[in-house]
């Protein structure tokens, strides 16, 4: 139901390269929606409605394109004014790559990373790990992601953050620190691609 519903009306026809439901993908796809939805009977993987996605695989999974179909699917039920009847702090996000993060910060200062850091929007930051670390403002170094993750923490329970990325998770402490990785799992539900990369296939 949720995986066809997002195969056919958000990514497209699959035969001109849009995101394939699979035997691999598809328990994850109706968890997802069972998110949305907080819907018991769909949600296979357990997901917990309060967190966000952290969606972690190989490259070319599909992570950021099913992350870019849910964000159409919520606008989508915005449009019909169904998010606004749910009253639902979870719906919606904005979308970045943390590389053009960590690019503003390099370009603009820490002013550029308020968007992204207050409780003003639920974020979904994707291809974590790809950004330059540190980034660099004027001679000031910071770890863009890092402080963004440990702002937006503090707001967890009235805004969401969903992460896309190809590290696996014991990678998350090295980069971003004990703080962060500490409080990984009050904050995502972890997600894991199986399979090689699909992008072969467009």
């Known amino acids: ?29 109706n968890s997802m929606f069972a998110w949305v939805w907080r819907y ?15 969606l972690t695989g190989a490259i070319g999974t599909g992570k950021s394109t099913l992350m ?15 998010r606004r009847k749910r ?7 904005m979308m970045s ?5 960590a690019n503003e910060y390099a370009a603009k200062g820490l002013e550029a990373l308020m968007p992204y850091s207050t409780d003003g929007h639920n974020l979904c930051i994707d291809e974590l790990g790809r950004e330059p670390m540190p980034a660099k403002h004027y001679g000031t170094e910071m770890n863009v992601c890092q ?7 503090d707001y967890r329970h009235r805004r969401v953050t969903h992460l896309t990325s190809n590290l696996a998770i ?4 090295p980069l971003y620190g ?17 399979g090689s990369s699909i992008r072969h296939k467009r």
């Open 170 to 173: 014991g990678r998350i402490m």
């Open 178 to 194: 004990d703080y962060i990785a500490d409080r990984f799992l009050e904050m995502f539900n972890i997600v894991e691609f199986e």
């Open 1 to 29: 139901m949720f995986a066809g519903e997002l195969s056919r009306a958000v990514c497209g026809d699959a035969a001109a390269g849009a995101f394939e439901v699979s035997a691999d993908n598809r328990d994850i796809v």
């Open 147 to 153: 402080f963004v993750l440990q702002m937006r923490y």
């Open 68 to 82: 870019r179909g849910l964000q159409q699917y919520m606008n989508s039920l915005d449009r019909r004014g169904l």
């Open 40 to 54: 018991d009977p769909w949600n296979v993987l357990r997901i917990d409605y309060g967190k966000g996605f952290f």
């Open 87 to 93: 009253d639902d702090w979870r719906m919606g996000h």
């Open 97 to 101: 790559s943390a590389s053009v993060i």
